[in-house]
């Protein structure tokens, strides 16, 4: 049956609110689904800008964390790497006491064992992480200490010739506005004192008491100084993992944050979406009275 001009506005007008009230439904029914308000920022509305915000401001504490994690990561090597320094100087000083007390032994042994000494600090130094020179400052491509040129004549004067490396001191940024400095150099006083003193042990024959006592100040001052740097690391170390997880607390709740920015509530979308299925039922049931149509004619 053909529709009356007279009812034609009136059934447009209950098509047009069908159709709304069907987009709306089917808007509901996603928010179900996926328990989001929307998966793009347009549909948010004053809440994109937000979200956006909370996004950046997440992406930019992970980076944090990440460096941050990295430098620890870092530290603990070269932390490692001083405490077998530190060990290595223990035991020279228990060598170097012995040769004292035993007046009858010369210093062959002792030389020999201080070069042994001397080798193995170099190595300690020239520790690498991931293809990295921990202890060359910025040169971090190049070993720090080269052995081959370099001879300490002097127990007094400082000597830094085996080293290859920068004076510049690592750091991390772990704020916008926040860096830490961690990193420590093969030149720091301490090591080069440790570098010298053994290699004037290892070089020099014969030795007098004087210089046997000289040396075993210097052994103690310098492992002094690598205990501290080796406690300097770790109170870095301390306070990266402090920042790395207040950012991670930030993390978590700007995460929760922006879920609930997205989220809807299921409770709610459901009563929503029962009430816009009624109205829907009721608009094409009005609109199959007006056209004298069932809905499975309407919709053929």
Known sequence: MAMRVSTFGQSSTVLQN????????????????????????????????????????????????????????????????????????????????????????????????????????????????????????????EAPVDLNSYTAVSLTDVNTDYYQGDDTTIAVKVGEDRTVSYGVTAEAPGLEMAMRTLSYLAETDPLDTDELEDISALLIEAQDAVIALRSGLGLKSATLERIAASEEDYVAAASDLASETLSVDLAQVAVDAATYETQLEASYAALGTLTDLSLLDYLR
């Open 18 to 141: 069908a159709l709304t009230t069907q987009a709306k439904l089917a808007e509901k029914q996603v928010q179900q689904s996926s328990g989001i308000v929307s998966s793009t920022y347009a549909d948010l509305g004053t809440d994109s800008g937000k979200l956006i915000d909370l996004e950046v401001s997440v992406t930019r504490a992970k980076s944090y964390i990440s460096a941050a994690e990295q430098a620890v990561t870092r530290i603990e090597e070269m932390y490692s790497a001083l405490s077998g320094i530190n060990d290595l100087l223990t035991e020279a000083r228990a060598d170097l006491a012995a040769a004292s007390v035993d007046t009858g032994d010369g210093t062959d042994t002792l030389q020999a064992t201080a070069t042994s000494y001397l080798q193995e600090v170099a190595a300690l130094l020239n520790t690498q992480y991931q293809g990295r020179y921990l202890f060359a400052g910025s040169e971090t491509t």
